[in-house]
């Protein structure tokens, strides 16, 4: 192989001496400062750029650009120092005008010597590292006109003099402002921010300090924050009209600092109409206003919150604990709604649906509505109203959109499974005194139910419904079995399964001879079909249609079986002491006085009178058919006098059955728990019971130990023998 090396051709220099012309660099200088000269002078037209271009060429390709770039410096400067002289002596608001027209001459100049010297631009200047032509001009404009001491100062008072004006309410140049900004952005961002931006954030924040303080002394929170608004409005615009777009965070945050955040507190806790008031008047406006101005600011929305949340859990406090609302379960669940309602149209009118807000909105209602340990049977006594025949202007919709509100309040109970309890006693009164609205809307409470707690809470619910289907289909046949007798009293039956329905035992009362025969026929045709089972009568719960004749005047009465076994025994006896009616019927003592009291004692109502007549029934009274009664009805109800709520004693004995029913769920949740984990320190176990019984009720510490000492007696689980707060489970 070759390995003599390839040679790289060289561009040899003249070997004998160019002569050049010793005037060649002043000659052509000339030359461009007078054309420099022309241009300033708007006479440019006159010059022939190919000719200035070439001599500017010919210097630097004699190497004269070190010099060039000096004397072109140089030139410069005293241009623009004249021109400096004539926008000083401008005069008042001629000063921005002059300033312009003569950035506007430097600029075209600028251009034009910049294309003159376009080959020094190309060659000259990257090689030694100096600015261009045209980002000489700017900073030699920068330096000499717009920082010269009698200029940059009064250059930055007119424009805040002028913004200023603008804000008071006056008209400006718009047009002049914007050239006069965009000259400060084209020289060079550092010198927009140093000459104008900063010190225009800082007259900002000091006139919006005062202006805010004008404000709060003179006007209410919601008049502020419109002032608030449209100012913030007034300078984000401005900043699109003549400012950097940079600008606008910046402005934005200095008014949102002296208008909004400085008088925060003070604005959302102000008196007569502050955040509470807004929230109180349902000011919708405002509390949006509100809502969107202290999303710009740091902890804005969790203050909002956080005042709101305090009103709404004081205010439910109130509603909750207020002995005069307890008195209408109704009227105390339709309060609430009300409010739900109020504060849901809030969150989402006014707070955009934020998820925080409404999440604070729940816990503060779950808060309050827990306050009040009735809570649970109130809401069952609401529906109960909703679902009962009768209701006026409801149809399926509303009842459907009722249910759903009070769904919402079921979510917040703590103790659900106290409201099984109530419910399930209202349901079965429905549904064996026929007054339920609809099936359609006592299933879909059922659904509603079953979703949001599960199969097991609602199991023996439906069981209650199949036990009404198959009665009515038992009953059926039962009278097609009886076709052929059918003189004395009919009868129709609820068979009811142990353990569905909210059944006492209760003393069977003496049923009147003719009832009790044909009670006998259907015990008999039912144990008849169906073997192994056994029948209790409930008569607490039955009720009768009964023929009476008062005088000349007959009427149906519809009576309670109390009732009807009561006024059987006047068929026989015109008068009988509370001690006779009581021997003859076996009605237990409470139970008997509300029948007695209203059959005799209610206006309107009262077929038998009583001696002495008092509103109280007496075990010393004596009662009388009322032969006198008179009614424009043919078909007369006579309802028991009962309390609508509980009595004392029934809700001990309710809260009682719940406590043990209680009972099994925390055992068997101590058994699951330790079934997976095998070793618990005691902690732990009340932690995961909590957890898992939540959804139903929230057990008590105390409660939980006793289960557990219960499970240890009965060897499911054990305690360590060297740590006492250890348990270990039993296999």
């Known amino acids: 192989m070759n390995s003599q090396r390839k040679r790289i051709p060289k561009i040899e220099p003249f070997k004998h001496r160019v002569e050049v012309d010793p005037k060649f660099f002043d000659k052509s200088w000339k030359k461009l400062d007078d054309a420099i000269r022309e241009i300033y002078n708007h006479n440019a037209s006159g010059l022939s750029f190919e000719e200035l271009y070439r001599t500017a060429y010919n210097l630097v390709l004699n190497k004269h650009g070190g010099k060039l770039y000096d004397k072109l410096t140089e030139n410069l400067k005293g241009h623009l120092k004249e021109m400096g002289k004539l926008v000083e002596a401008a005069q008042g608001g001629l000063f921005l005008e002059d300033l312009q027209r003569r950035w506007a001459d430097h600029i075209k100049a600028s251009q034009m010597i910049r294309d003159i010297l376009m080959y020094m631009d190309r060659t000259f200047i990257p090689t030694s590292k100096k600015t261009a032509v045209f980002e000489l001009g700017l900073e030699l ?211 955009s649906n934020d998820k925080a807000f409404q999440n604070a909105l729940n816990s503060s209602f779950e808060y309050f509505i827990n306050l009040n340990n009735r809570s649970p049977e109130f809401i069952s006594l609401y529906i109960d109203d909703k679902l009962r025949k009768g209701v006026k202007g409801a149809n399926e919709e509303d009842i459907e959109t009722v249910l759903d509100k009070v769904m919402m309040l079921f979510r917040y109970l703590q103790e659900k499974d106290v409201f099984e309890k109530y419910y399930k006693q209202h349901l079965a009164k429905r549904l064996l005194s026929g007054k339920t609205s609809s099936d359609e809307a006592e299933r879909s409470m059922l659904v509603k139910l079953k979703t949001e707690c599960g199969y097991q809470f609602t199991s023996k619910l439906e069981g209650m419904f199949t036990d009404m289907k198959t009665s009515h289909d038992t009953m059926q046949s039962f009278h097609a079995a009886l076709s052929g007798n059918t003189d004395g009293p009919t009868i129709s039956v609820q068979i009811l399964t142990t353990g569905s329905w909210p059944t006492q035992p209760c003393a069977t009362c003496n049923l009147p001879p003719e009832i009790l025969d044909i009670c006998e026929k259907f015990r008999a045709y039912y144990l008849g079909t169906h073997n192994g089972r056994r029948l ?126 209680r009972k099994p769920q925390v055992e068997a949740a101590i058994v699951r728990i330790m079934k997976s984990r095998r070793v618990l320190d005691h902690n732990s176990v009340v932690t995961e019971v909590t957890k898992q019984l939540q959804s139903r009720f929230l057990p008590n510490p105390v409660v939980i130990k006793k289960r557990i000492e219960s499970l240890i007696e009965r060897e499911f689980l054990e305690r360590d023998k060297t740590d006492r707060k250890l348990y270990r489970y039993l296999a």
């Open 536 to 661: 209790t009568w409930q008569t607490n719960m039955g009720n009768t249609d009964i023929k009476a004749t008062f005088g000349s005047r007959k009427h149906e009465l519809n009576v309670s079986t109390y009732q009807m076994c009561v006024l059987m025994l006047f068929n026989s006896d015109d008068g009988l002491t509370y001690k006779d009616i009581e021997q003859a019927t076996a009605i237990p003592h409470v139970d008997l006085k509300r029948c007695l009291q209203s059959l005799a004692c209610v206006k309107g109502k009262n077929v038998l009178r009583k001696e002495p007549m008092s509103k109280d029934i007496s075990e010393s009274d004596t009662f009388f058919f009322n032969d006198k009664f008179t009614s424009k009805l043919v078909k007369v109800k006579i309802g028991t006098v009962v309390a609508q709520k509980e009595t004392e004693p029934e809700k001990q004995e309710t809260r009682h059955r719940v406590e043990e029913d």
């Open 141 to 351: 404009w920068r330096d000499i006109v717009v920082r010269s001491p009698k200029i940059q100062g009064r250059l930055l008072d007119t424009l805040l003099e002028l913004i200023h004006r603008e804000r008071m309410g006056e008209i400006i140049n718009r047009g002049l402002m914007r050239n006069t900004t965009k000259m400060l952005m084209e020289l060079g961002s550092s010198v927009y921010k140093d000459e104008f931006e900063r010190p225009f954030l800082e007259a900002s924040a000091s006139f919006y300090s005062g202006e805010s303080q004008q404000f709060i002394e003179c006007c209410d929170c919601g008049e502020y924050l419109k002032k608030a608004e449209r100012r913030l409005a007034e300078e984000l615009e401005r900043v699109t009209q003549y400012m950097d777009s940079k600008t606008a965070d910046k402005i934005a945050n200095v008014v949102d600092k002296e208008m909004l955040s400085n008088h925060m507190q003070r604005l959302i806790l102000m008196e007569n109409s502050g955040l509470v008031n807004m929230l109180i008047d349902d000011k919708h406006e405002d509390l949006t206003r509100m809502y969107d101005l202290f999303k710009r600011i740091p902890d804005g929305h969790s203050t909002i919150r956080s005042v709101m949340t305090n009103h709404v859990k004081e205010t439910g406090k109130t509603l909750v604990t207020d002995p005069e609302r307890l008195r209408d379960p109704v009227d105390f669940v339709q309060r609430l709604l009300n409010e739900k309602d109020k504060y849901d149209e809030i969150v989402s009118v006014s707070f």
